[in-house]
């Protein structure tokens, strides 16, 4: 199959209608981007049942594509572009464009949503993606690389799991430094190094990550993620004064005062920062066994926008980070096949990107038996509230 075209005013069919696949952040800075042009497009495409219109724009199902196979369609997302791309590609869309043009112009950032602040800043990652498309590479939009299981809130639903931490601890990071190694040795490419918890700042060591890969080629930009409520000591504000780094503050609404005093400290050592506020979370559910079927894990992975957040925990690679968590908290049966052991890999390279394309490759993972599954159609709750000891539950001798 053939590469993506860029969009620009001279590549597309102006006989045609042009359908922006994604209505969510990269569909924003599409749109933007077409309006820059003097375009509307005739109509979002989305999976999600939920949304009717984006923009004032009318949101088609993917199944609706078959009435526009000629249209001029255009991939707004950088973790789903590939998956998207090959679904097109088997319903025989005919015209497939990629937006690395667009995003290389000079977007107006006074109409951006604060997420697409952040999408805009990190476009590189999207670009790059479209560029190494074709190529058979192992590539990952992103790693979270999970330092620490303790967190200076305790929300009652987070969706990665520790409100059930007992006794949270942080990693002892240099033991797992050779197995990242070996993950990047293998990656042909990583579009962005997230560093999570719980709370990254409760890690003090959390500098040394950026530290080690901060000059990594194949590593194309590194973030944090925190909840603002803790000003990081001078070693790691250190690290995060350099470029390609950025942290991004998630504001709940109850930390303002912290989340302020932070946000200061980054202002006066110039640290490249995003607030982002948020009101609601979508519901995951508990950490209880589901019985689904085969057929009902294939479907809630599929729609889940988690599939592809990859996360780093205590040496082993798993394709998401709540299924990560589940199995650290011995929630879940010890399942080989949701992730690759990096730490005790005893195999050849080779052997070792066929298992990680292989886990690329999923379909459904077991650990999703233990989830409600975030996507726009669970319902949503209000973000992060407070209880005040962790939650009990039944662990499973693996
Ligand atoms: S549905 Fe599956 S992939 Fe998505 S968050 Fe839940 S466990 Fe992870």
């Known amino acids: 199959m053939g590469n993506t075209v860029s969009f620009t005013k001279d590549t597309y069919n102006k006989d045609e209608p042009i359908i ?32 009717k219109e984006y923009f004032g724009i009318g949101v088609i199902n993917p199944d609706m594509l078959e009435d526009f196979r000629e249209a001029n369609i255009l991939i707004a997302s950088a973790d789903f572009f590939h998956e998207i791309k090959q679904m097109l590609e088997e319903q025989r869309c005919l015209h497939l464009f990629d937006m690395a043009e667009l995003l290389d112009m000079d977007l107006p950032r006074e109409k951006m949503s604060n997420r697409a602040l952040e999408m805009y800043a990190n476009k590189r990652s999207y670009i790059d993606i479209v560029k190494n498309q074709s190529k058979g590479d192992l590539i990952f939009n992103r790693i979270q690389f999970v330092v620490t299981e303790r967190c200076s809130l305790k929300c009652l639903d987070c969706s990665h799991l520790m409100q059930y931490y007992q006794q949270p601890q942080d990693f002892e990071l240099c033991k797992y430094k050779e197995a990242f190694d070996c993950l990047v040795e293998q990656a042909d490419y990583i579009a962005e190094l997230r560093i999570l918890g719980g709370e990254p700042f409760m890690n003090r060591d959390m500098g040394k990550v950026i530290a080690w890969y901060h000059d990594n080629r194949k590593i194309q930009s590194i973030s944090v993620y925190t909840n603002g409520t803790i000003v990081p000591g001078e070693d790691i504000l250190r690290e995060l004064q350099k470029d390609n780094v950025k942290v991004h503050i998630s504001n709940y609404g109850i930390n303002e005062e912290q989340i302020k005093k932070t946000v200061k400290v980054f202002e006066e050592k110039n640290i490249e920062y995003f607030v982002r506020r948020y009101d609601s979370w979508q519901d995951t559910g508990s950490i209880a066994y589901r019985n689904y079927t085969l057929e009902e894990k294939k479907e809630i992975f599929g729609r889940c ?24 908290l011995h929630a879940m049966p010890d399942v080989k096949e949701d992730y690759v052991d990096l730490l005790n890999w005893n195999g050849t390279k080779e052997e070792l990107k066929k298992q990680l394309k292989s886990l690329q490759g999923r ?7 233990y989830c409600g599954g975030p996507d726009n159609h669970t319902q949503s709750i209000p973000a992060a509230r407070q209880i005040s000891k962790p939650i009990v539950y039944e662990t499973i001798d693996t």
Do not use: Q
């Open 20 to 51: 922006i696949y994604g209505a969510s952040v990269y569909g924003e800075l599409a749109y933007l981007a077409l309006e820059r042009l003097g375009l509307t497009p005739t109509y979002f495409c989305d999976r999600s049942k939920s949304k």
């Open 305 to 328: 926008f988690e599939r592809n957040g990859y996360a780093f925990l205590k040496g082993k690679l798993y394709r998401c980070p709540r299924v990560a968590h589940a199995m650290n």
């Open 363 to 369: 379909l459904w993972l077991e650990g999703c038996n």
